[in-house]
């Protein structure tokens, strides 16, 4: 992508997320439904809903040629990676966003031909907005983001974990590895919004975020602001990602990337679920 379009792309998706985040904090408290989609814990409701329809208009209106891949179905059906594609999850952390009225985020990633060319997190209740151009660095808010620390040992790292991958029934990964890991670690944290855990990351607040079940759009912006401070994103068996399908990613600073997968990722099945 040319870099001036880029950057006329690049202000109007920051005007578009600003607005879209300030709806959501207007509504914050209001009454609202809420449904399940794959399971019991799998939330939605309706401002997940109408903040995606809200893009998908100003897209549709504004940039005809772009396609939309978002978490609600109100984009296109994507299945191939060429031309421009907006990656879309308009809540990441919709548990968080019902319980706790905080702690989520709109991510969105830009990508044309495969390559990420935009990312935008944006902490909707802390109206912090986390972006990235490729090649131009990662920004929080008006800040430059510097490159990762790549020094820091594996036992003074935090990394963001779920407990669900220590558990022997997990169907993805094998528990005792992961067991090794965290007792290893410094420590571990669970934000519960991959989006916000890639930002942190990319902050150099979280050394690392590895998880066995994300989709596009959970790290489609993720993945660019930490590429964008030197970090590593991959799949969690080192494979690159592949933008169209359920995976494994695990991001990190690059010290510590390859050791936290050989030494403790087993994977049972394949990386892509
Ligand atoms: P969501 O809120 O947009 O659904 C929670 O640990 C994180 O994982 C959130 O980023 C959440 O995104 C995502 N997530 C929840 N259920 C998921 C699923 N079934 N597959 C992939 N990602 C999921
Ligand atoms: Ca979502």
């Known amino acids: 992508m040319e870099k001036q379009y880029r950057d006329e792309v690049f202000e109007q998706a920051k005007a578009w997320i600003l607005e879209a985040g300030e709806r959501i904090r207007e509504q914050i408290d209001a009454p609202r439904s809420i449904e399940t989609k794959s399971n019991p814990n799998d939330l939605v409701t309706e401002m997940d809903q109408n903040t995606e329809r ?7 209106a504004e940039y005809p040629e772009h396609f939309l891949f978002g978490e609600e179905g109100f984009g296109d059906e994507i299945e191939a990676v060429d031309g421009t594609i907006w990656i879309v999850d308009p809540i990441d952390g919709t548990m968080n966003f019902v319980h706790q009225k905080r702690n989520f985020a ?3 990633g830009i990508y044309h031909d495969g390559i990420g060319e935009i990312g935008f997190i944006y902490n909707v209740m802390e109206d912090i907005l986390y972006s990235a151009k490729k090649g131009e660095g990662a920004f929080k808010n008006a800040e430059r983001l510097s490159d990762l620390n790549d020094t820091r040992p594996l036992k003074e790292s935090i990394l963001a974990l779920n407990t669900t991958w220590m558990l022997p029934e997990n169907p993805h990964v094998d528990h005792k590895g992961i067991e090794s890991l965290v ?58 990602l592949d933008l169209l399908h359920k995976t494994t990613v695990l991001a990190s600073r ?14 049972k099945g394949k990386s892509d679920l």
């Open 254 to 267: 690059s010290n510590i990337h390859k050791e936290i997968s050989d030494d403790y990722v087993t994977l």
């Open 54 to 60: 809200f893009f998908a208009e100003k897209i549709k």
């Open 106 to 108: 709109i991510s969105i």
């Open 183 to 240: 007792k290893k670690l410094r420590s571990t944290r669970s934000y519960g919004s991959a989006a916000l855990e890639f930002a942190f990351v990319a902050e150099g607040i979280l050394d690392g975020y590895l998880t066995m079940t994300l989709m596009p759009w959970d790290y489609a912006a993720g993945a660019i602001l930490v590429q964008e401070v030197g970090g590593v994103v991959t799949k969690a068996d080192q494979e690159p």
